[in-house]
């Protein structure tokens, strides 16, 4: 069965660390772009980060740069957003998508809030 799942999410307070990971059964990653989403409450998805499969080149949202780390170690581990410095605002459900040209996928989400 094909399928991917986000995990690591929960209760931070600001200025704390969270690590999330996006993790695939049924395929490896290893030739998948991965992007992180997130959709808060009453907004429209955004794109977060995102990390190619070609070169492993990344990409962050002007939010979050500086504060989150995304990185994968090889095909059989997930791939990692580190979120760090976390901010109120960044509270959203947090989807990973694995997209090539064998097929596009996307996880459940994971729940991310940040309050104290």
């Known amino acids: 069965q094909v399928q991917l799942v986000e995990s690591g999410g929960g209760l931070v307070q600001p200025g704390g660390s969270l690590r999330l990971s996006c993790a695939a059964s049924?395929?490896?990653?290893?030739?998948?772009?991965i992007d992180w989403f997130r959709q808060a409450p009453g907004k429209e998805r955004e794109g977060v980060s995102c990390?190619?499969?070609?070169?492993?080149?990344?990409y962050y949202a002007d939010s979050v740069k500086g504060r989150f780390t995304i990185s994968r170690d090889n095909a059989k581990n997930p791939v990692y957003l580190q979120m760090n410095t976390l901010k109120p605002e960044d509270t959203a459900v947090y989807y990973c998508n694995a997209r090539s040209a064998w097929g596009d996928y996307w996880g459940q989400g994971t729940q991310v809030t940040v309050s104290s």
């Open positions: 990390i190619s499969s070609s070169d492993n080149s990344t």
């Open positions: 049924g395929f490896t990653l290893d030739y998948y772009t």
